[in-house]
């Protein structure tokens, strides 16, 4: 198993920045696909960006191609989603994943492990 703490969510403008950082513990982080989820309020979890074990592969959402960047440090444990020219509809709880490696291109599906969440607001 693989334990996922998000942090780095908080309340921003418009055509801000964030930089949201997911720790894993409990196993090495390369036997991971990785990936960022988020729920909106009354709305469905949604597929938001996920990146292959060896960060050699990355899949975006359309709602966010070009504006997010989704990376990975396996020597750290970390994984991050930098997030530019926000939006108010990105307004959601953003969930990191994971799932065991696939040694394929990253796909958005079969994501198990969660973390709890961090908060991200967007003012309009």
């Known amino acids: 198993q693989v334990q996922l703490v998000e942090s780095g969510g908080g309340l921003v403008q418009a055509g801000g920045s964030l930089r949201l950082s997911c720790a894993a513990s409990?196993?090495?982080?390369?036997?991971?696909?990785m990936g960022w989820f988020r729920r909106a309020p009354g709305k469905e979890r949604e597929f938001v960006s996920a990146?292959?074990?060896?960060?050699?592969?990355?899949l975006y959402a359309d709602s966010v191609k070009g504006r997010f960047t989704i990376s990975r440090d396996n020597a750290e444990s970390m994984v991050y989603l930098q997030m530019n020219t926000l939006k108010f509809e990105d307004t959601a709880v953003y969930y990191c994943?994971?799932?065991?490696?696939?040694?394929?291109?990253?796909?958005?599906?079969?994501?198990?492990?969660w973390g709890q969440g961090t908060q991200v607001t967007v003012s309009s």
């Open positions: 994943a994971a799932r065991s490696a696939r040694f394929t291109r990253v796909t958005s599906d079969g994501f198990h492990y």
């Open positions: 409990g196993r090495t982080l390369s036997m991971f696909d």
């Open positions: 990146i292959s074990w060896s960060g050699g592969s990355t």
